[in-house]
């Protein structure tokens, strides 16, 4: 029996509550995941699940036994890692997860110096706005940009988010240019769902801090498509600015209300675990930290 792959499937099983569910997220048949956490029960000659039509849930020797089982994949984890990171070696598959825009235009082309310099290790990237549920989809790590509430999971910050408020030549030729941010009310504002402040824009100004409300008719849970309805004149954003680097450069987009300042927010790796990060893990995070310091757009105000 290899008692590490059943240890990995039991988890899998006792994290998604179900056989099918762990099938899918180890690209394996619910027959052999079912078979895999049966032999291991006989093995322990204890009962770790209750079975029913409905999915599964731990029985009290279960509860004990995942507590253990965790422990012992994270240990070989960090057997396996130990000679490797001794030479300077990093090896194994990391699955990071990151915003749909964010990760297209800052994860991916940071990532071919950090795999030409370690052949042994691959990366799965998982793109989707909106917070991953890093056990579910089995993540070691996600870039998330904004605060993390969730006193379950453990964030380091590697970067910070400068933002403005953005919209074409056209739109403001045809609009006008709010001047302070209550002006903003009287704007089509396009409304990205995933923004922790909703219909409230935060601001650091002359007066201090603002809370200015916005209204717009058209909103997306996609950054993509907020920045594609900017660029086709529909409206003003509250934009981070490395989602419009090339267009603020070359004019095509500008930002408004130079006096005062959207709140920053901190791009931060979240992991799901206390517990140590695989070197692995470690090793795609601090090259990402590292990347990140070299870009103003993504550097202000980063503490060590």
């Not at 079912?34 to 322990?44: F, K, P, T």
Request: glycine share 10%; hydrophobic share 50%.
């Amino acid at each position: 029996m290899d008692l590490l792959l059943h240890f990995r499937t039991f988890v899998r099983v006792a994290e998604l509550g179900g056989f099918s569910a762990a099938a899918r997220a180890l690209n394996a048949s619910q027959p052999a995941v079912s078979r895999q956490v049966a032999d291991l029960e006989a093995r322990l000659g204890a009962r770790l699940l209750h079975r029913s039509s409905t999915g599964v849930s731990l029985t009290e020797d279960g509860i004990a036994f995942l507590d253990q089982a965790r422990a012992a994949l994270e240990a070989a984890e960090a057997a396996l890692g130990l000679l490797g990171a001794q030479r300077g070696e990093v090896a194994g598959r990391v699955r990071l997860g990151a915003g749909v825009a964010f990760g297209r235009l800052h994860v991916v082309p940071r990532l071919a110096p950090l795999l030409a310099k370690h052949p042994g290790l691959s990366m799965e990237l998982h793109l989707a706005d909106g917070a991953a549920d890093l056990v579910e989809q089995g993540l070691d790590a996600t870039i998330r940009i904004g605060a993390i509430t969730d006193p379950a999971l453990v964030a380091r910050r590697i970067g910070m988010t400068r933002r403005a408020v953005v919209a074409t030549p056209g739109y403001l030729a045809r609009a006008g240019t709010p001047e302070r941010p209550e002006d903003l009310v009287r704007h089509d504002c396009l409304l990205f769902t995933g923004l922790a402040t909703g219909e409230a824009w935060p601001f650091e100004g002359p007066e201090g801090r603002v809370m200015a409300p916005v209204r717009g008719r058209f909103r997306a849970n996609s950054s993509e498509a907020v920045r594609a309805a900017v660029l086709a004149g529909m409206g003003l954003y509250l934009a981070p600015i490395w989602l419009f680097a090339e267009e603020l450069r070359d004019g095509r987009v500008v930002p408004v209300l130079p006096d005062w300042t959207p709140t920053l927010l901190p791009i931060q790796a979240v992991f799901p675990t206390r517990r140590q990060v695989p070197p692995r893990v470690r090793a795609v995070v601090d090259h990402l930290a590292n990347e990140f310091r070299l870009d103003p757009s993504l550097s202000d105000h980063v503490g060590a």
